[in-house]
């Protein structure tokens, strides 16, 4: 249970956790929650979130063209993913604790930044 | 039509986002999303937000408090919530958020109902307006 929140059923906003500070379990910041990646379906309410896209603390989301599947001209992808090769991925399973209050994700481990699933 | 993508970077492609209805009138844009806990510990998403309410929270600081107070202040009832749209009514995505039901069944403009209601229909010569 990644939560803090022990309660089934708790209900939080997407909000809360972009912006929210990204940490190891020894406490070294690993950057903030830029987006997050949701996959699942037939339906959007069988969405889930699937992790976290982590960025170095005031970098932007340039668009989406720092991830992989978003088309675009390609000297500006290939200048915005020069400029972003830091950018992580933490899985879900990868979350150890989410603390609402204090806005901040303790994560095992980051993983390189994934593409995009292209669209059913 | 587009349907829904295998996945979604919600800031990216959700948020801020045209919710249009059936018949391509626009309802609002998506200002937050609600997510639920699930028995397994997994956030799901189970609804739109829309309104001051969702995005001043968003926004955040000295601005996003001003949008939240303001919209209290200017709603009638005593805990107003944001509007709240499914998530079960997504029918597909594109450049919009498309919904089944129709905007006027949805009740998410209730801020724009009030504010009709209360100070536009009571400008003179606001039956006139179009």
């Given at each position: 249970m990644p939560s803090e929140s022990a309660a089934t059923g708790a209900v939080h906003r997407l909000g809360e956790l972009l912006g929210a500070e990204v940490v190891l379990p020894d406490g070294t910041k690993a950057g903030q929650v830029n987006d997050v990646r949701l996959a699942g379906g037939p339906?959007?309410?069988?969405?889930?979130?699937?992790?976290f896209v982590v960025r170095a603390?005031?970098?932007?989301?340039?668009l989406g063209y720092d991830r992989r599947a978003v088309l675009g001209p390609w000297l500006l992808r290939a200048l915005v993913r020069a400029a972003n090769r830091d950018a992580r991925y933490v899985r879900w399973r990868a979350v150890?604790?989410?603390?609402w209050e204090a806005k901040l994700v303790v994560v095992e481990r980051l993983d390189p930044l994934e593409d995009e699933r292209a669209p059913a | 039509m587009t349907s829904l993508?295998?996945?979604?970077d919600a800031g990216l492609h959700l948020l801020d986002r045209q919710i249009v209805d059936p018949d391509d009138a626009p309802v609002a844009n998506v200002d937050d999303l609600e997510l639920r806990e699930r028995a397994d510990g997994r956030l799901a998403v189970s609804a739109l937000l829309t309104g001051p309410g969702a995005l001043g929270p968003r926004t955040g600081g000295r601005l996003g408090s001003w949008m939240v107070a303001i919209w209290r202040r200017l709603r009638p009832d005593a805990d107003p919530q944001p509007g709240r749209i499914e998530a079960?009514?997504?029918t597909h995505t594109d450049s919009a958020v498309h919904v089944s039901a129709r905007a006027r069944d949805l009740r998410v403009d209730g801020f724009e109902q009030w504010a009709r209601a209360n100070v536009i229909d009571k400008i003179p010569g606001a039956g006139r307006a179009e």
């Open positions: 339906g959007l309410q069988d969405y889930v979130v699937d992790g603390r005031g970098e932007g989301a340039f150890r604790r989410i603390d | 993508r295998a996945t979604y079960r009514l997504v």
